[in-house]
Nanobody, 125 residues
């Protein structure tokens, strides 16, 4: 079992920055990848970014490329999502997720076994 706890959300104005954190605990040694997804009201949960654990390679949805950065700490227990130049369209609940096996694209929700409870990000215009 892996437990994930997100933090760092909040209410900000357009153009501001936020850094989300995802603290992982439990059987984290089997991590294949970590991802961030988001879900706006009335919309499906969508992929934002992912980090391959072994290679360190990162993946982003086109909409956040150049604005968001996914990273991890040296202890490999926390994953971050640095979000810059925020837009009202970025308003959503952001979820951290952990994949323990490969085989599916990291942009696919089904690739992830464990999920956090989410943290709200609201960007005002």
């Amino acid at each position: 079992q892996v437990q994930l706890v997100e933090s760092g959300g909040g209410l900000v104005q357009t153009g501001a920055s936020l850094r989300l954190s995802c603290a992982a605990s439990g059987r984290t040694f089997g991590t294949y990848a970590m991802g961030w997804f988001r879900q706006a009201p009335g919309k499906a949960r969508e992929f934002v970014a992912a980090l391959s654990w072994s290679s360190g390679r990162t993946y982003y949805t086109d909409y956040v490329k150049g604005r968001f950065t996914i990273s991890r700490d040296n202890a490999e227990t926390t994953v971050y999502l640095q979000m810059n130049k925020l837009k009202p369209e970025d308003t959503a609940v952001y979820y951290c997720a952990c994949a323990v096996t490969g085989g599916l694209a990291l942009s696919n929700r089904d690739a992830y076994r464990y999920w956090g409870q989410g943290t709200q990000v609201t960007v005002s215009s």
